[in-house]
């Protein structure tokens, strides 16, 4: 199945990007959850999918440290977007690994920042979590949690990871991942070697290109799209293929622009996968 992000068109409401996504043919929608109530109320939500005619797929749980009207804590963002997922009939809930590193601003005079990479601690719990009682928690819900596949940054003339769990023997010792093309093209590593290590744990896919910039669409950069999508659909893939976009690559702004681009990405993706 393919599906649609709203985090594509995060600058659109939710209801907007439904019927946009639902007129281009794709066959369901992943939720972007964030602080906008219109993301994580169920009976809203639920209106959404039925006014505009496309089901609801999967829902991307919260991801900022500190996000309005979520807990701080990240287990308790996670299990509260899986008991959306139930009320949904959503499949899959998409979490971020815990960071392992953050950005800190220090204002030493008037237009004089210094930034600076420091140690994350706050995230321990969580890692224990997702070790230890993340599968459990997504067998009884009858919903599969996947971990998604982090980027590198660039810092100066070099790239870091700022994420735990986020090396490849990492990601393959987790139970299902959500393998995000455009975080693989940030390492400069090949997507078809990375996916023939993990696809025994990939279990949902983020579809989008790489060019120096990120979740551009799948003509517009170097990575190997189309042959990525033949390798699933060689193996068997089962899982939901979700197109996540930036409003930019979305063509945001112009409606005749999106929904072209839309269009266009889902026959790419037919053209390969089916």
């Given at each position: 199945?393919?599906?649609?992000?709203?985090?594509?068109?995060?600058?659109?409401?939710?209801?907007?990007?439904?019927?946009?996504?639902?007129?281009?043919?794709?066959?369901?929608?992943?939720?972007?959850?964030?602080?906008?109530?219109?993301?994580?109320?169920?009976?809203?939500?639920s209106?959404?999918?039925?006014?505009?005619?496309?089901?609801?797929?999967?829902?991307?749980?919260?991801?900022?440290?500190?996000?309005?009207?979520?807990?701080?804590?990240?287990?308790?963002?996670v299990?509260?977007?899986v008991?959306?997922?139930?009320?949904?009939?959503?499949?899959?809930?998409?979490?971020?690994p815990?960071?392992?590193?953050?950005?800190?601003?220090?204002?030493?005079?008037?237009?004089i920042?210094?930034?600076?990479?420091?140690?994350?601690r706050?995230?321990?719990?969580?890692?224990?979590?997702?070790?230890?009682?993340?599968?459990?928690v997504?067998?009884?819900?009858?919903?599969?949690?996947?971990?998604?596949?982090?980027?590198?940054?660039?810092?100066?003339?070099?790239?870091?990871?700022?994420?735990?769990?986020?090396?490849?023997r990492?990601?393959?010792?987790?139970?299902?991942?959500?393998?995000?093309?455009?975080?693989?093209?940030?390492?400069?590593?090949?997507?078809?070697?990375?996916?023939?290590l993990?696809?025994?744990?990939?279990?949902?896919?983020?579809?989008?290109?790489?060019?120096?910039?990120?979740?551009?669409?799948?003509h517009?950069?170097?990575?190997?799209?189309?042959?990525?999508?033949?390798?699933?659909?060689?193996?068997?893939?089962?899982?939901?293929?979700?197109?996540?976009?930036?409003p930019?690559?979305?063509?945001?702004?112009?409606?005749?622009?999106v929904?072209?681009?839309?269009?266009?990405?889902?026959a790419?993706?037919?053209?390969?996968?089916?």
């Open positions: 199945m393919i599906a649609f992000s709203t985090g594509s068109l995060y600058t659109y409401g939710t209801l907007r990007v439904a019927r946009l996504a639902a007129a281009a043919g794709y066959d369901g929608l992943e939720i972007m959850v964030d602080d906008r109530w219109d993301t994580r109320d169920a009976a809203y939500l209106e959404v999918a039925r006014t505009a005619g496309i089901p609801i797929l999967s829902l991307h749980a919260p991801f900022r440290p500190l996000q309005d009207g979520w807990p701080g804590d990240e287990v308790e963002r299990t509260r977007t008991e959306l997922a139930r009320a949904l009939d959503a499949r899959t809930v998409v979490v971020h815990p960071l392992r590193y953050r950005w800190v601003s220090l204002r030493r005079a008037p237009f920042n210094i930034s600076a990479l420091t140690p994350f706050l995230h321990t719990r969580y890692h224990r979590w997702l070790r230890t009682e993340l599968e459990g997504g067998l009884r819900a009858g919903v599969t949690i996947a971990i998604e596949n982090m980027p590198r940054h660039r810092l100066a003339f070099r790239t870091v990871n700022l994420f735990d769990l986020n090396e490849i990492e990601l393959r010792r987790l139970p299902a991942l959500t393998l995000d093309t455009t975080h693989v093209g940030t390492w400069g590593v090949d997507l078809l070697d990375t996916y023939a993990l696809a025994d744990r990939v279990a949902h896919v983020h579809l989008s290109n790489y060019n120096g910039r990120q979740h551009r669409l799948p517009d950069g170097s990575l190997p799209l189309g042959a990525f999508l033949e390798a699933l659909r060689r193996r068997g893939f089962a899982g939901v293929i979700v197109v996540e976009l930036e930019d690559s979305s063509g945001a702004g112009d409606d005749g622009q929904r072209q681009r839309l269009a266009q990405t889902l790419f993706c037919r053209e390969h996968f089916g």
